[in-house]
């Protein structure tokens, strides 16, 4: 935990509060950021609570994720004088009753917007990239024309393509139209201010530009509203977002440069990689020296297709690994994370890999894969809150933690629900019966008839979304460049998913619940951890975003792009940083001593720190 001593930035952030002055605070890993932001939120409570409260006002702090409005509310013990919540909640929430002026703004600017990005795709041949691009032209001038002819109330759906002609808007449309709005509407500006006299942001650096440019317009006067900055460019590794983000003209920036979480060694490799801001270790790990040490391994050469590794070659990069954590004598300890570039490399080793391909290829959206990454989709929903904590409660021949699931999931345990009045004995009867069935059925079922005897036994709470999916007969053969099929490709999702066993899904669920000690470098974002393994093989990865060779040994591998080496460097940044005592990463390369010698030269590691495989 952080030292909860006010830290040279936080009397910075105090004196911009008290002086109404807009504030950006860059604030590297581990240096106490949401601390900082808490510390910042209640000092407003202190000196402003009242008169905020008599006036009907708020103040807002927006946040990344679901879990972030969860911690953020808690610690402010869900006071009512704050309005904690996510970017798309928060700019629906305000912009979602001017009907008029957001149908204007897809007609004047977001939907000609789109018009104009796909003509560029269109060079006048016959490719099928142009001929793609001519249909989807043709399709936003009908859908606009329709829209300007029938007005339709504008609404905002789980979906993977808007559809203009009914008003119905994407996640990704949200950010553009409310943007939009809010950047040139003085009045809309005018009521947000006074709304909301103080805005947070946090994590800034992974919203959007037009976000930040409009809530920059919000505040861009002297005096109330304000608005406050909280992150840090340097893990900034979500495509599109701000990155360097800062406050409208007049707003102080202001750095933390203590590092509260990670050990002397790992602090000295983090300044390494960065040169805006340089940390120093503070608090408790002050003199906690740590260790960090790399095994580069030999890569094998890819016979795969595209190359990539064929399954005897991934067979013989996993012993490697596991011979590695023998080299470091770290086998079998809990405290170890285990991070992985990509969670597909997660996935093939805790045997959920069908599960991820279907969850990440071509009838997926960015909103789909979002929610199969943290288990809200509708679709696996049930088994990760209901159904497989059941089965492995009856496995392991837990009866009382059969019916306490059953009673937090199912509206017939409910203690108010249709079964209420019946005794313990017939209750715990029932329970065994409903267990028994359904442990039948993990065996060899599919997923759809699971949800079926769910749905008919009144099991689970299903969905109207799920069940209409379960009601309806399967979709035709999918075709990639129709626009209907590419709006409802969520459909063919449904189907393939129902055609699946249970097999995968407990190792999935376990995953979810951290109940296993891996986790991808992305989503380990935030996080911390005693001992911290790193898992870097571009190959297996087979993720072109980002180059782990060539941004850290681009003689030995050769040059990355610009962006490959931006985006490499963060997510390496993001991921060391995890470590709070030891750090230890296994590095794959075609050319291992090649790479250990330029690994030295570049002043990254120290040759007593290499070793290899």
Not at 336 to 365: C, D, E, P, W
Not at 452 to 473: A, I, M
Not at 498 to 508: L, N, Q, V
């Amino acid at each position: 935990m952080p030292d909860l001593q006010p830290t040279e930035a936080d009397v910075e952030i105090a004196n911009c509060i008290a002086e109404k002055t807009s504030f950006t605070v860059i604030a590297g890993a581990g240096s106490g950021k949401t601390t900082s932001l808490i510390e910042a939120l209640k000092k407003i409570r202190e000196t402003q609570g009242r008169q905020l409260r008599e006036r009907g006002q708020k103040v807002v702090c927006i946040t990344y994720t679901n879990r972030a409005v969860r911690v953020i509310s808690s610690r402010l013990r869900f006071d009512a004088l704050y309005a904690v919540t996510t970017l798309h909640g928060f700019l629906w929430g305000e912009v979602s009753r001017f009907q008029a002026p957001l149908r204007e703004a897809l007609v004047e600017h977001v939907v000609p917007a789109h018009i104009e990005k796909a003509q560029q795709d269109d060079n006048g041949g016959n490719s099928k990239r142009a001929i793609a691009a001519r249909k989807k032209v043709e399709r936003l001038r009908a859908e606009l024309a329709e829209l300007v002819e029938n007005s339709p109330p504008v609404k905002y759906e789980e979906t993977t393509v808007s559809d203009y002609s009914k008003c119905v808007l994407n996640h990704d449309d949200i950010i553009d139209v409310a943007s939009h709005l809010i950047a040139t509407k003085p009045m809309l500006q005018k009521g947000l201010g006074f709304k909301y006299p103080y805005i947070f942001v946090d994590e800034a650096q992974d919203t959007f530009p037009q976000v930040m440019a409009a809530l920059n317009s919000v505040c861009a006067r002297e005096g109330l509203p304000i608005i406050g900055y909280f992150g840090d460019p340097m893990q900034q590794i979500y495509d599109k977002r701000a990155g360097d983000f800062a406050g409208p003209e007049g707003s102080v920036t202001i750095a933390k440069h203590e590092n509260f979480r990670c050990s002397v060694s790992v602090i000295n490799l983090l300044n390494k990689f960065r040169d805006d801001v340089e940390q120093f270790p503070a608090g408790k790990n002050a003199d906690v020296l740590g260790s960090v040490k790399i095994i580069i391994a030999q890569a094998p050469d890819p016979e795969g297709p595209r190359k990539t590794y064929t399954p005897e070659q991934l067979d013989h990069v996993s012993s490697i690994f596991h011979q590695a954590l023998e080299n470091w004598e770290w086998k079998d300890i809990s405290s170890v994370k285990k991070l992985f570039l990509a969670r597909q490399m997660i996935a093939r080793r805790l045997n959920f890999s069908k599960l991820h391909r279907l969850f990440t290829g071509v009838y997926s959206s960015s909103r789909s894969q979002s929610d199969y990454e943290d288990g809200t989709h509708y679709l696996l929903k049930p088994f990760a809150e209901g159904i497989y904590p059941l089965v492995s409660a009856l496995a392991k021949g837990d009866p009382k933690r059969v019916l306490e699931v059953l009673r937090q999931t199912s509206p017939a345990f409910s203690p108010a629900g249709i079964n209420r009045g019946k005794s313990l004995k017939q209750m715990l009867g029932r329970a065994d019966e409903i267990s028994q069935h359904l442990a039948e059925l993990w065996g060899g079922a599919t997923t759809k008839e699971i949800l079926k005897y769910c749905e008919d036994s009144t099991l689970l709470q299903v969905s109207d979304r799920l069940s209409s999916q379960l009601g309806r007969d399967a979709r035709e053969d999918f075709d990639a460049d129709n626009e209907d099929h590419q709006r409802d490709k969520g459909d063919w999702l449904a189907d393939d998913f129902f055609k699946m066993d249970c097999s995968e899904i407990g190792p999935y669920v376990a995953f979810l619940h951290e109940n296993s000690p891996f986790s991808t470098q992305h989503g380990s974002k935030g996080e911390e951890y005693p001992n911290v393994l790193v898992m870097i093989d571009d190959i297996e990865a087979s993720w072109n975003t980002y180059s782990f060779g060539k941004t850290l040994t681009p003689v030995t591998a050769g040059d990355p792009t610009e962006r490959q080496a931006e985006l490499t460097r963060k997510l390496a940044y993001v991921c060391f940083s995890r470590a709070e005592v030891n750090l230890r990463i296994l590095f794959f390369s075609l050319n291992p001593e090649n790479a250990g010698r330029e690994l030295i030269d570049r002043g990254l590691f120290k040759e007593e720190q290499i070793s290899y495989i």
